[in-house]
């Protein structure tokens, strides 16, 4: 898609439920894009939502660099240990 925001997303998605009114999933993997978690979450309130850890790690270090922090963590010690836990904080269990 082009447009990746809510209102796209949630367009294309009300569109599908209605042609496939039968498919109600119960597990959703969606990436870290939140316009398209917030609308999965809207639409199929039911379902349980589930991400890649691939896909946080590629986000998290995206969004480092989008604002230049990127240089700070490797430099500092105690930045890159605080990178490394977050990366690891998804990977424990949710309860």
Same mark, same amino acid.
């Given at each position: 898609m082009e447009s990746k925001t809510k209102a @796209? /997303?949630?367009?294309? &998605?009300?569109?599908?439920?209605?042609q496939f009114p039968e498919i109600k999933p119960l597990i959703i &993997?969606? !990436?870290?894009?939140?316009?398209?978690r917030n609308?999965? *979450?809207d639409v199929y309130p039911e379902a349980q939502n589930s991400s /890649?850890? *691939?896909h946080f790690v590629q986000s998290l *270090?995206? !969004?480092?660099k989008k604002i230049? /922090? @990127?240089? /700070?963590?490797k430099q500092n010690r105690e930045e890159k240990m605080c990178l490394r836990t977050? *990366?690891?904080?998804a990977q424990l269990p949710a309860y």
């Open positions: @796209s /997303y949630r367009k294309v &998605m009300e569109r599908f439920k209605i &993997m969606i !990436n870290f894009e939140s316009a398209l609308v999965f *979450l /890649y850890w *691939l *270090l995206k !969004n480092i230049c /922090y @990127s240089g /700070y963590i977050c *990366l690891e904080l």
